[in-house]
């Protein structure tokens, strides 16, 4: 390890050591350690789903309304299949090392994150301090949609035909106008995501900011092409540490620039963090 990475790791620890409130940002590299795709480019997502690289769909023709339209049982096929891998997924062992740090603060810990995946809340952190900006692939709600309504996906098994990505098992039905359902995810050319889960949870993270004194922020694979992740990580105030492999660095030099995998980070800050506490 360089000598320049060491000490951004030791001043990471020393942020984390000095800070009253822990505000975790991430976007879909904090899942790739965990085993997931980060769906980066076509190549990337067409690795993972080669059904519809046969095809030629690409990721922003299937994450979207229309397809759900057009081809439900295609959509399900996608839908279905990242339900069931992020059930079965197991979060690695950086969620853990990120609850330490909040489990030594006054108070504790918030989690803003553009992942649909629910592994943060799998990995113990409380669902009222986890704010989804694009939803949840656990959640539902009517295509159509017949009213603002949101509900739990706990009652859905699908059933996937991998190699074709199809939907072999009866798609969610909305239980109050018995048409098709789809996730309360926002979507691209998405007009009618319920957003009122997502916009409680963003106002309870608001309300949280409000209380702490000593933020530190540690973002873990925000991606630059939908910048939301980032921007809210630069403006929450505080201390900023920004874990990126491909794109560690902030505007102006006003953070601690990590050139790491989010487990190896948090891994080697976590232990110079433990030392500092003695």
């Known amino acids: 390890m360089d000598a320049d990475l060491t000490a951004t790791l030791e001043q990471c620890a020393s942020a984390v050591a000095n800070a009253d409130a822990l505000l975790v940002t991430a976007g879909a590299g904090m899942g790739v350690d965990s085993g997931l795709p980060d769906f980066r480019g076509n190549q990337g997502f067409w690795k993972a789903y080669p059904a519809l690289a046969h095809s ?3 990721f922003t023709e299937i994450a979207s309304p229309s397809a759900f339209r057009a081809d439900p049982a295609r959509a399900w096929g996608f839908y279905g299949h990242r339900l069931r891998l992020y059930r079965e997924t197991v979060p690695h062992e950086g969620f853990r090392l990120l609850r330490d740090f909040a489990d030594d603060m006054p108070w504790g810990a918030f989690v803003l994150t553009s992942n649909v995946d629910g592994q943060f809340q799998k990995a113990g952190f409380k669902p009222s301090r986890v704010a989804e900006i694009h939803g949840s692939i656990h959640h539902l709600q009517c295509l159509q949609p017949c009213r603002d309504a949101i509900w739990e996906a ?4 699908p059933r996937v035909d991998e190699a074709q990505c199809r939907l072999d098992s009866e798609p969610p039905r909305c239980p109050h106008c018995g048409g098709m359902a789809r996730p309360n995810i926002l979507m691209f050319a998405d007009w009618d995501w319920i957003d009122t889960r997502s916009a409680a949870q963003l106002e309870a993270l608001a309300a ?6 000593r933020l530190v922020v540690i973002e873990i694979g925000a991606g630059v092409d939908i910048p939301t992740i980032r921007r809210f990580s630069e403006r929450a105030g505080g201390a900023l540490v920004r874990i990126n492999p491909r794109a560690p660095e902030i505007p102006g030099h006003k953070g601690l620039s990590v050139p790491s995998g989010g487990l190896a980070a948090l891994t080697e800050i976590h232990r110079r963090w433990k030392i500092l506490r003695g």
Request: proline share 0%.
């Open 154 to 157: 706990t009652g859905f098994d």
């Open 56 to 58: 030629g769909t690409s």
């Open 208 to 213: 949280w900011l409000e209380r702490v004194e």
